[in-house]
């Protein structure tokens, strides 16, 4: 597994990276996932920049965290980065005795969920299916509240 531990993995470019805290959110536009990594997927994904080998993310996970098994807890953020798509190509690393060892409260978590396209929204339902006075809830931009027979009940037009 040492010897492994030379490779060079990278993340994508064209990913959005947002801090939250400890924790890190990525958004990828191509696949329209969002992806929550806790602090120990954080720590690793921030060094994952190409220029970095496992050694030195390792050593960057240990100053962080304090004494633990950092090769393992890298090899299985890398695993975890790759299989969320979050790394360039052929990041991902062996998994045998990745997980020896390691603590419950460092494992690097990886979790995703799908974000609906923008057009989505847009959608509207009106409130109670009509319109109420003087709160314009209309689906349809051209359209207006209007009550046209004076009766109290508001439709959209």
């Known amino acids: 597994m040492a010897s492994k531990l030379?490779?060079?993995?990278?993340?994508?470019d064209d990913l959005i990276v947002q801090k939250l805290g400890d924790e890190v959110v990525v958004y990828d536009p191509v696949s329209h996932r969002?992806?929550?990594?806790?602090?120990?997927?954080?720590?690793?994904?921030?060094?994952?920049?190409?220029?970095?080998d496992l050694a030195g993310v390792a050593r960057h996970v240990g100053k962080a965290?304090?004494?633990?098994?950092?090769?393992?807890?890298?090899?299985?953020?890398?695993?975890?980065?790759?299989?969320?798509?979050?790394?360039?190509?052929?990041?991902?690393?062996?998994?045998r005795s990745v997980l020896r060892g390691l603590a419950a409260g460092l494992l690097p978590v990886v979790v995703s969920?799908?974000?609906?396209?923008a057009a989505a929204a847009a959608s509207c339902i009106p409130f109670l299916g009509a319109c109420v006075y003087g709160v314009d809830v209309c689906c349809n931009p051209v359209e207006t509240c209007v009550d046209p027979f004076g009766?109290?009940?508001f439709s959209c037009q």
């Open 34 to 52: 969002a992806h929550s990594l806790n602090r120990t997927a954080a720590l690793v994904f921030e060094k994952l920049d190409g220029k970095n």
């Open 151 to 153: 009766t109290g009940n």
């Open 113 to 117: 969920i799908a974000v609906p396209p």
């Open 6 to 12: 030379t490779t060079v993995p990278e993340r994508r």
């Open 65 to 95: 965290l304090g004494p633990s098994p950092h090769k393992e807890i890298v090899a299985s953020a890398v695993n975890e980065l790759a299989a969320a798509d979050l790394l360039r190509p052929g990041a991902k690393l062996p998994r």
